[in-house]
């Protein structure tokens, strides 16, 4: 019997996580500087940087699994006192951290049992999420494998069911495809989608942009410890993301790049390839400008073979506005 | 079946209920009552039960046998050769006209004991007469009718004590022939038949006894009841006498203090090796941090390691618990000293256990956390094994000056044993711990170890929250150092008590410096912040929100992340002060000439300054670029361990020179010129590491610019 993971109580519209001046030093060397971050409360927020910006840094401050040394940090509203146990905010994180271990001596119910107690789950209900959790990630035909017995992806999908056992209104992934193949990392994906409809937040740290363009609401970037971008994804790609247009043409290509002439102002031949006839050209207009400039060559009886539009990906972005450093 | 399965439905029941309370002790549970670990655990249990109890039984004396006994004489008579004979002329004792019968009456051997032990064998009813006529001091002059004496030319000799004492071997031999050979067929002959004796008493003059031959037992047993007998002391024979008559509340007395050695060692030193192990194994693992940033408090994490981790241990010791309350009944004792025993015994466990959960909280270094266990058992072992010697001393209950070391006895469940051990059927009256002034009886000190122990856990528990919520934290509140500084000054002077004589009162000032040294290093592990906590301090001080910010000198004196030199200088005075003004008050002559004050404030100071030497030391140490925990610690290591027992030399140079006021160094009276060197040396050191220290904070609060200007 396939169960569906209830909403996480206490979600509302409105910023689910908030960091005021976040600053975080390891000796001399400032991993974290002053980060302002905004998070909706139901986004998927991806986290991407290089090695070394401050990502996971940043994942154990909000997790609580370390103390910043300047600045605040609020979960709906409410801020994190890093001196004394704040059980009730605790209970709405969900942490996955990158190297995470797992009790190899238990078997899997057992292990997500255990959690579930931790997190104040009782009887019925406790029951009720392990099987929910298990069917989410999949593992409901592993129940009773001891753990240590798990393939990687098993682990690592194991590792997400026991962060979300509780149903957190939050959920911190670190890392959490690295290492995966590309059938357990679509798995992971579709858990995060499912994760996403049921309204919990989701900050996700990870290399594998292609996998956060796929599933995120919104984007930070980090450099130095800089947040350098937060925002939406479609902001983002409106914003910095540019549109390429491929033309071919089966006739004269000079004829094709004359009548290119006419757009001049939104168009910025980047590539003609002679021999193939073929165009690539920058295009800054916006969906209807393309499809007057396409009407046009073909008003101007252009022998068009091709005429496709290419968005310039996450990667692209985060290259051209990050990836400042050296490494 | 339906009972049993009755009963798992039920125990299923209640260990769910207790999951969802304590989930860490269900996990705990499961992982380790399975099949194996359980029987083991009460195999073991049971066989050390058995192997104690039949070692116990060994040690009982069996029936009376053959073997066991010797020839004797009932009454059997020790002799001496004790003699009239002094510096006076022997003619004047011995008159040529006295006849040797009258000889022997006043020159032969005399009666010194009378040992009516009840013979095995022969019939005591023969020497009855004998028992009832034969004094001490009598001197026999004939046995058989063959008389017994020296001969006048060994009285006359120069050895003639030896002599005499040869004679009285002799008698010996002719009334019990060659006693020390078993009782073969042939010398069991011997039994009921009689010797004549003839004795003289000064008052009664001349008199006739008959003594019959007989066997007794010379069996000696601790768990007998003894009589004096020809040898000392050997076992008392049964009524029926087939057997001896048997001490069993020594016998079960000594059980007890068996079973609880077999309870106090496993208890606390594997207890803490398994906690410790269990600890290091979490965080080599990485675990520990799901369990810190789930929801749950440091009490119910902890509280589920320490009542889950040993369960097969508890499960082990709690079957030993029957046969031990049983045992001390039989002993005599009653269920008040039963249960205070327990009591203790928990409450002292407990104080291992938390400060186990501590350090294995505190210890992150791969290599020391695999060491860690069996340190940390080793060391309990070993104080508990210094203890039992010490404890049996019975130093601590002697009539004696006190001292603070006496502190240690309510660290050890062996202490409480004291007042059971060779008890016979009750708790020893007599046995009172001397505690300062005060002299504690069992409850009292029972009392005591309570409340004692509820301070150390109420203590470690304190800093358990705070380091387990929180890694960075100190393990101590500042705020909290100054009554904890007090209490432990109080505790100090009061542990000595005011009966020190004035010229000991050095020696145990020395004592309590050692403690306060040992002290001192706890407050600067307890109350440094992390490195990297104290470098945010430096540098954010100041960005702080204004409702947090506290000023400097209340930051230095109560905050938390702050150097934390002001503070132990602050505890170190509170301390020094409170000590000195009481040791002042109660032994105002202890320090008779100025010359003598000031040598011992100068010490004082030396003291003082010494341990904030080592203070500023560490916390230069803790502010270098990497990490190193080890250099910090043995950095305060070796410099304790070189002033300290400078300082203790130099004080009892000073208090205890001969005439201090008139050798004469350097210009100086020897004491000053002695103490005014290092003294000066100190201050000057500490002076100059203060300002390094101080500059290093400034340096690290620099900001990035600032920094730049500066290499600039």
């Keep these: 019997m396939t169960q569906t993971l209830t909403s996480p109580a206490g979600t509302s519209t409105g910023l689910a996580i908030r960091t005021q001046h976040l600053t975080k030093r390891f000796d001399r060397h400032t991993a974290l500087r002053e980060v302002d971050l905004e998070i909706q409360s139901g986004a998927v927020f991806g986290l991407i940087g290089p090695n070394g910006a401050g990502k996971t840094t940043l994942i154990r401050l909000l997790a609580m699994a370390e103390s910043p040394t300047l600045g605040e940090v609020f979960f709906h509203g409410e801020k994190l006192d890093y001196t004394r146990p704040q059980f009730d905010l605790k209970r709405q994180i969900g942490y996955l951290p990158d190297d995470f271990p797992l009790y190899e001596d238990l078997n899997v119910w057992d292990y997500l049992d255990y959690f579930a107690r931790l997190y104040g789950l009782q009887d019925k209900q406790r029951s009720r999420s392990i099987h929910q959790v298990l069917d989410l990630v999949n593992l409901g035909h592993k129940r009773k494998s001891v753990i240590t017995s798990l393939s990687r992806g098993m682990k690592q999908r194991l590792g997400l069911a026991r962060s979300v056992i509780h149903t957190p209104s939050i959920l911190l992934l670190d890392e959490p495809v690295s290492g995966l193949d590309p059938v357990a990392r679509q798995e992971f994906r579709q858990v995060i989608r499912n994760l996403h409809g049921l309204g919990i937040t989701v900050l996700i740290s990870s290399h594998v942009l292609s996998d956060l363009a796929e599933l995120c609401t919104a984007i930070g970037i980090l450099e130095f410890g800089y947040l350098v971008e937060n925002a939406p994804l479609e902001t983002l790609y409106q914003r910095l993301s540019q549109q390429h247009i491929v033309i071919g043409t089966r006739g004269d290509l000079k004829d094709l790049q004359t009548e290119l002439r006419q757009f001049d102002a939104a168009v910025l031949v980047l590539e003609a390839k002679p021999q193939t006839g073929q165009v690539k050209i920058r295009f800054s207009g916006d969906p209807d400008e393309a499809a007057d400039l396409l009407r046009s060559l073909v008003e101007a009886k252009i022998p068009l073979y091709e005429f496709h539009c290419e968005q310039e990906s996450l990667e692209d972005i985060f290259f051209k506005i990050g990836h400042l450093q050296p490494t | ?712």
């Excluded at chain 2, 038949?193 to 003059?205: V, Y």
């Design chain 2, 1 to 712: 079946m339906l009972g049993t399965n009755l009963f798992t439905t039920l125990a299923a029941h209640h260990l769910d209920r207790l999951g969802d309370r304590n989930p860490q002790l269900l996990r705990e549970l499961k992982g380790r009552l399975k099949r194996f670990p359980v029987v083991t655990a009460i195999v073991l249990s049971l066989l050390c039960q058995i192997v104690m109890m039949i070692g116990f039984w060994a040690a009982l004396p069996g029936p009376v046998r053959l073997d066991d006994m010797e020839l004797s004489t009932y009454p059997r008579l020790e002799w001496h050769g004790k003699t009239y004979l002094n510096s006076e002329p022997l003619q004047d004792l011995l008159p040529q006209d006295m006849v040797n019968r009258d000889r022997a009456a006043t020159s032969g051997v005399v009666v010194s004991r009378i040992h009516d032990t009840i013979p095995v064998m022969g019939d005591e009813r023969l020497g009855a007469n004998a028992l009832k006529a034969i004094q001490q001091g009598d001197r026999l002059v004939k046995i058989d009718g063959q008389l017994i004496m020296p001969s006048e030319s060994e009285l006359n000799g120069t050895g003639w004590k030896q002599k005499v004492e040869d004679l009285a071997r002799t008698v010996d031999g002719r009334l019990v022939p060659n006693y020390y050979d078993p009782l073969t067929p042939e010398r069991q002959k011997l039994i009921n038949t009689t010797i004549e004796l003839e004795l003289h008493n000064p008052e009664r003059g001349y008199y006739s006894v008959t003594v019959p031959r007989v066997a007794v037992a010379r069996q000696y047993s601790s768990y007998c009841v003894l009589v004096n007998s020809f040898h000392g002391e050997s076992c008392a024979v049964s009524q029926d006498k087939q057997s001896y008559q048997l001490n069993w509340s020594r016998w079960y007395s000594d059980i007890y203090t068996g079973l609880s050695a077999l309870i106090i060692f496993p208890l606390m030193g594997l207890g803490v090796f398994m906690l410790a192990n269990n600890l290091a194994q979490e965080k080599r693992r990485g675990t520990l941090n799901f369990l810190q940033l789930s929801p749950r408090s440091a009490f119910t994490i902890l509280s589920g390691k320490l009542l889950g981790v040993p369960v097969c241990l508890y499960l082990a010791i709690g079957l030993l618990f029957p046969l031990h309350w049983m045992i001390g009944f039989n002993a005599g004792y009653t269920v008040g000293h039963l249960l205070g025993f327990d009591l203790t015994l928990m409450g002292q466990t407990l104080i291992f256990y938390l400060a186990t959960l501590l350090i294995g909280l505190s210890i992150s270094q791969p290599m020391v956390l695999g060491l860690m266990p069996w340190l940390l058992a080793a060391g309990v072992m070993g104080f508990n094994w210094i203890m039992i010697f010490y404890v049996g001393s019975g130093e601590f209950a002697r009539n004696t000056e006190a001292h603070v070391l006496l502190w240690s006895v309510l660290f050890s469940p062996f202490s409480s044993l004291a007042y059971f051990n060779f008890a016979q059927a009750a708790v020893k009256s007599n046995v009172n711990l001397v505690f300062g002034d005060f002299r504690l009886n069992f409850v009292e000190y029972v009392a005591l170890a309570l409340v004692h122990g509820m301070g150390w856990c109420a203590l470690l528990g304190h800093g358990l929250e705070r380091r387990f919520s929180n890694a960075d934290m100190t393990l101590l509140k500042r705020r909290f150092s100054y009554p904890l500084t007090l209490v432990f000054a109080v505790l100090m002077v009061g542990l000595t008590g005011t009966r020190v004589s004035n010229a000991d009162v050095p020696f145990h000032l020395v004592l309590i410096g050692f403690f306060s040294l040992v002290y001192c290093i706890a407050l600067m592990v307890a109350l440094s912040p992390a490195r990297q906590t104290l470098k945010d301090w430096t540098r954010f001080r100041h960005a702080k929100p204004a409702h947090e910010r506290l000023s400097l000198p209340t930051d230095l004196v109560l905050g938390e992340t702050s150097s934390p030199v002001v503070a132990i200088a602050l505890n170190l005075l509170l301390l020094t002060s409170l000590v000195v003004i009481a040791f002042v008050g109660i032994y105002p002559h202890f320090l008779p000439t100025t010359l003598e004050a000031l040598m011992f404030f100068g010490c004082i100071l030396m003291f003082v300054g010494s341990i904030l030497f080592s203070t500023l030391v560490s916390q230069t140490f803790l502010m270098f670029p990497r990490k190193k925990n080890w250099m910090w610690l043995s950095a305060v290591g070796s410099i304790s361990c070189l002033t300290f027992p400078s300082i203790s030399m130099i004080m009892v140079i000073v208090v205890h020179a001969p005439s201090p006021a008139h050798t004469h160094l350097l210009g100086l009276p020897a004491p000053v010129a002695i103490l005014a060197l290092p003294l000066s040396l100190l201050s000057t050191l500490t002076m100059i590491l203060g300002v390094v220290h101080t500059r290093q904070l400034m340096r690290s609060g620099r900001s990035e610019s600032q920094q730049l200007l500066s290499q600039a």
